[in-house]
């Protein structure tokens, strides 16, 4: 469900509360006008970029939504800009989602995580963050894996090396290993994804993932896990 700030302050305040309604009734075109119009009056009002950011969104125009919402985060109310930066977490995935080259869907998840984080960051209890994290980070995990597959598939024609760990890479690995050790699994799977998520050369451990998570799965009980299913990743997507 999407939410609008309904706002009453100067003159721009009819055009904001139009576009709201708007909005609510699932007019995005219509509320854009009426946002765009109160931009006349408040050129620099965060929330108008929020909600113009949240409107191209809807209508699909990605990279117009991801230029409003950058100005958004940088608003000083701390939960407002938290919403921003989760709006614009989902911007970026569904970027990836459209996007030709894996290389592309790549960085646009990791964007997509990185939003997350700050959403949580600003705002410690942004559930439905905190759950797409999860989501997109194994979709990430996936789109890593097919990537790996594809270029072991290749290697007969053209002989490609996975790029040499960093040293912070490295690192995190042993210290995953060693939380491994000591049974601590869901510690060192939550340390790994969060260093695919972050460092270009630790896209070759999402093997240790995966095998991590199915022994989670199996000491609990369950089957290891099938792939996610991503398609409501923005069903709880809100706006100010």
């Known amino acids: 469900m999407l939410l609008v700030c309904l706002l009453s302050v100067g003159l721009w305040a009819r055009p904001i509360n139009d576009g709201n309604k708007l909005f609510a009734k ?39 939504a991801k230029k409003e919402l950058e100005s958004a985060v940088r ?48 705002d410690n209890n942004f559930e439905n963050a905190k759950k797409n994290v999860e989501i997109v980070q194994r979709k990430l995990k996936e789109e890593l894996d097919k990537q790996k ?42 340390m790994l994804e969060n260093l695919i998520a972050e460092d270009e050369t630790a896209g070759q451990l999402s093997g240790h993932v995966q095998r991590i998570d199915d022994v989670i799965e199996i000491k609990a009980g369950r089957k290891p896990k099938a792939k996610i299913d991503a398609s409501n990743t923005d069903n709880d997507l809100e706006v100010i």
Not at 51 to 57: A, R
Not at 152 to 165: A, G, H, I, M, T
Request: overall charge neutral; some cysteine; proline content about 4%.
């Open 149 to 190: 597959e594809n270029k072991d598939q290749n290697q007969d024609n053209n002989d490609q090396k996975q790029p040499p760990l960093s040293e912070k890479a490295k690192e995190v690995l042993a210290r995953a290993l060693q939380l491994c050790k000591d049974g601590k699994y869901a510690e060192a799977k939550e």
């Open 75 to 122: 608003m000083p109310d701390k939960k407002m800009a938290a919403k921003a930066a989760y709006n614009l977490a989902n911007t970026h995935f569904r970027m990836g989602e459209k996007a030709a080259e894996g290389s592309e869907r790549i960085a646009a998840w990791r964007e997509s995580v990185a939003y997350l984080k700050k959403a949580i960051d600003l």
């Open 26 to 64: 699932g007019d995005y075109a219509g509320a854009l006008e009426r946002y765009m119009k109160a931009r006349e009056a408040e050129p620099a009002n965060p929330l108008l970029f929020y909600n113009i950011g949240t409107c191209q969104y809807r209508l699909g125009n990605y990279e117009e």
